[in-house]
């Protein structure tokens, strides 16, 4: 049973039934889900918990009615690692990796769409739809094909080539645009005043959408041992990701279900899309919308509409944000590669870069506990590292010719 209330307004506070509305009559604020704390209290326990599937649903108490049943495609759950091997090189106490390439579809947005598309079925949407950077896309295709749903996701035309065929492959309608993602997400403002009846996945359900990122925090928490990590470093896109996982451990202090202090939330973005790692150097309320040109595709949004938030949290928790280049990005997909065997996307590579840089800069408290979020499996953005990762040597089929190569690449002694 999901305690849930309706949403409520961000920025007013007026509250709304639990129906089909992103933004506020009164303001335009965003809306978000609100919930009744106070009934939860003592009726959601880490054995109720512990009872529920090994899925994001174990938490349905803490995330949107769902309807009959929640779409499930078995996501979440996934493992939070400890890096021994990646702590000794980034020099830190106590990292872990929460590992979120194991998905479904092989990234975190099975979360958010697993949620918005039960909450639009209850709702009575039957066409699923999305603006994506890419993983989203994907994972909206891959949701709706299995209730049967017609969907339409809208992504930029020039995305990697693998992200593109993972979308496509699940039969939907793909809309490549001749543009940037901030070209795409104001068509399809514009598309949800003509089809009322499509559910976005982050538009006109984004209340709902955002939740699913809230067990991130649930997660990562129960799998600690309902213990709070010290500092979470966070991926930034449009932010929505950053802001959930911090409400979701504020609800989980709320409910008594762990003790201590709220984690310092850390963001990392891509040098060449960090509106918000700018704002926040710059000590700056609003974020400037810039034009993105980096690698890391899926962080690519230069007009990040949780922005404002993220900037509000960094500043209310002590945080900070980094800001990597494209050469680092690709060096620490190859570093978490090599020390933990986690194949990450770009944004993994931000993540990690970011960790080094806030290390480096003294942000991150280095004998404190780190949690760092990898949100997308590597094979979705191979163009990115064909130019790091290929063959060490192409060789006759000899012997001759493998101990030549073998000693050329130091594996054997020379003899
Ligand atoms: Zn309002």
């Known amino acids: 049973m999901s305690f849930a209330t309706g949403l409520i307004c961000r920025e007013c506070g007026t509250t709304y039934p639990s129906e089909a509305r ?27 918990i512990a009872a529920g599937p090994a899925s994001i649903w174990r938490y349905g108490a803490l995330l949107p009615d769902p309807g009959d049943e929640p779409i499930d495609l078995g996501v979440g759950w996934t493992p939070l690692r400890r890096a021994t091997r990646l702590a000794e090189v980034l020099g830190v106490r106590e990292l872990w990796l929460k590992d979120d390439t194991r998905n479904p579809t092989g990234s975190f947005k099975d979360r958010v769409v697993s949620v ?17 950077t890419g993983n989203l896309a994907t994972s909206v295709a891959a949701h709706a094909a299995a209730i049967g749903w ?3 996701t809208i992504i930029p035309s020039d995305l990697e080539r693998s992200k593109i065929a993972m979308t496509a492959i699940f039969g939907g309608t793909v809309l490549g645009v001749e543009g940037n993602y901030d070209d795409v997400n104001r068509l399809c403002v514009e598309l949800v005043a003509e089809h009322p009846d499509w559910a976005f996945a982050n538009v006109n359900v984004r209340p709902y959408y955002a939740e699913g990122s809230k067990t991130l925090a649930f997660e990562v928490a129960e799998q600690l041992g309902w213990r709070l990590p010290d500092q979470v470093v966070v991926p930034l896109a449009s932010g929505s990701q950053f802001t959930k996982i911090a409400k979701g451990f504020r609800q989980l202090v709320a409910l008594d279900l762990v003790e201590g202090e709220l984690p310092v939330l850390f963001g990392a973005q891509a040098q060449g899309c960090s509106p918000i790692a700018t704002a926040f150097a710059a000590g700056a309320d609003v974020v400037t919308p810039q034009r993105p040109h980096t690698i890391a ?5 230069g007009n990040p509409a949780d922005g404002p938030y ?22 620490c997909i190859a570093l978490l590669a090599e020390t933990e065997g986690i194949f990450a996307e770009t944004a993994g590579g931000v993540t990690i870069a970011s960790l080094r840089q806030l290390l480096g800069r003294g942000t991150i408290d280095s004998e404190r506990s780190i949690v760092a979020i990898i949100s997308g499996h590597g094979l979705k953005t191979l163009d990115a590292i064909a130019d790091i990762a290929h063959v060490s040597a192409t060789i ?12 050329f690449t130091q594996l054997v002694g020379a003899s």
């Open 297 to 301: 595709r899926s962080l690519a949004i």
């Open 150 to 152: 017609k969907s339409v």
């Open 116 to 132: 918005a598309l039960s909450s639009a079925r209850r709702l009575g949407f039957t066409t699923a739809a999305c603006a994506s």
């Open 22 to 48: 992103y933004a506020c009559d009164f303001c335009f604020g965003p809306l978000e889900v609100d919930y009744d704390l106070a009934a939860a209290r003592g009726q959601v326990t880490h054995a109720s």
């Open 396 to 407: 006759a089929p000899s012997l001759e010719a493998a101990e030549e190569a073998l000693r």
């Open 310 to 331: 993220v900037l509000d949290e960094l500043r209310r928790g002590g945080g900070d944000c980094g800001a990597v280049g494209d050469d680092e990005i690709l060096e």
